[in-house]
């Protein structure tokens, strides 16, 4: 059964069980970025077809269904992630256990530990890769999305930012299993440049809303409404 058919009831009680090692970390942080998704498909949900929308130029309302689009592509496969993580990491502690019960020679445990492994780290590092997406395409409806929704960015992309980096606190605690030091090199180069690259779009996005959350409120202060 999918972690995605559970309640979120369901899906708390078996991270915080002790009776099984999955889901965990990895599910979690793809959980965190999902729900930053929702928040930005609902921002379009209640901005596209509005009649402000239907008042920008052509060429803007095609920016922000592209965007939208893409986001939600990166919704779907952030809630394949939540499954394929623990998928991965189940790996790992079958081979492991398979080698403790004796089912395994020591070169065919440290082949199968290897292929577990590199899972491991890789589905991590596909949830970075898609948060980072929709964090890349968020700007168009941080500029002309409903004004209504501005907090509700602003929490999609904490959450987002969220999600990207404790995938890759994960990925970071996988790195040491790979055998291959050029790999290696390469999965924390990749780690690196992801972080960067998001903590600087979660400080420009945030700023930009922050700004129109202020002026909003004073509009709404001053007995004006923009809404």
């Not at 008042?55 to 809630?79: D, F, H, M």
């Not at 256990?97 to 590092?125: F, M, Q, S």
């Not at 960015?153 to 995938?167: C, D, T, Y």
Request: proline share 2%.
């Amino acid at each position: 059964m999918s972690l995605m058919e559970d309640s979120l009831g369901t899906f708390l009680n078996k991270v915080s069980g002790t009776k099984n090692t999955t889901p965990a970390a990895g599910s979690v942080s793809a959980l965190a970025a999902s729900l930053g998704i929702s928040l930005v498909v609902l921002a379009g949900n209640l901005t596209i077809g509005r009649q402000k929308y239907m008042n920008l130029p052509e060429e803007v309302k095609k920016e922000i269904e592209e965007s939208y689009e893409g986001i939600t592509s990166a919704g779907q496969r952030l809630q394949e992630l939540i499954d394929e993580d623990k998928r991965a990491y189940d790996q790992v502690i079958s081979a492991f256990k398979r080698h403790k019960e004796g089912k395994t020679d020591l070169k065919e445990k440290e082949r199968e530990l290897e292929l577990a492994d590199k899972g491991a780290l890789e589905v991590p590092l596909q949830i970075a890769r898609e948060s980072l997406k929709a964090l890349k395409l968020m700007e168009p409806l941080v500029k002309y999305g409903n004004p209504n929704c501005r907090a509700d960015l602003a929490v999609s992309i904490i959450n987002l930012h969220a999600g990207l980096e404790g995938a890759l606190a994960i990925a970071a605690s996988n790195l040491n299993n790979l055998r291959e030091e050029e790999e290696k090199g390469r999965k924390y180069e990749e780690g690196e440049k992801l972080s960067l690259e998001a903590h600087r779009l979660k400080k420009e996005l945030l700023g930009k809303l922050s700004l129109k959350l202020f002026y909003h409120y004073n509009q709404i202060n001053r007995g004006g409404n923009d809404i």
